[in-house]
Nanobody, 117 residues
Framework: QVQLVESGGGLVQAGGSVRLSCAAS????????MAWYRQAPGKQRELVATSTSGGSTNYADSVKGRFTISRDNAENTMYLQMNNLKPEDTAVYYC???????????WGKGTLVTVSS
């Protein structure tokens, strides 16, 4: 059974930094494309950053230069380092994994990041 567990959210002031973690189990982590999504109150879930099994990364324009996605395949863990946070970054952040075989998507329950101005 695939499980994704996010951690690291909380309240931070604008301009501050937070690092999110996503611990994965039940899958061959290194084979999976991984991603971070977020959903702000009253808005649709949006893609924040992706990390392919080959090591490529991609970012939403709104976070480029401020957020960094990384992964530790030995620890089955993905990270999102978020710097220079803005109030508009306030959202629930979700970890996502896509099976390379079935293309099924798996989701964590999310972790809330609140950025105060």
């Amino acid at each position: 059974q695939v499980q994704l567990v996010e951690s690291g959210g909380g309240l931070v002031q604008a301009g501050g930094s937070v690092r999110l973690s996503c611990a994965a189990s039940g899958l061959i982590f290194s084979y999976n494309a991984m991603a971070w999504y977020r959903q702000a109150p009253g808005k649709q879930r949006e893609l924040v950053a992706t990390s392919t099994s080959g090591g490529s990364t991609n970012y939403a324009d709104s976070v480029k230069g401020r957020f960094t996605i990384s992964r530790d395949n030995a620890e089955n863990t993905m990270y999102l380092q978020m710097n220079n946070l803005k109030p508009e970054d306030t959202a629930v952040y979700y970890c996502n994994a896509e099976s390379p075989y079935t293309h099924r998507n798996y989701w964590g329950k999310g972790t809330l990041v609140t950025v105060s101005s």
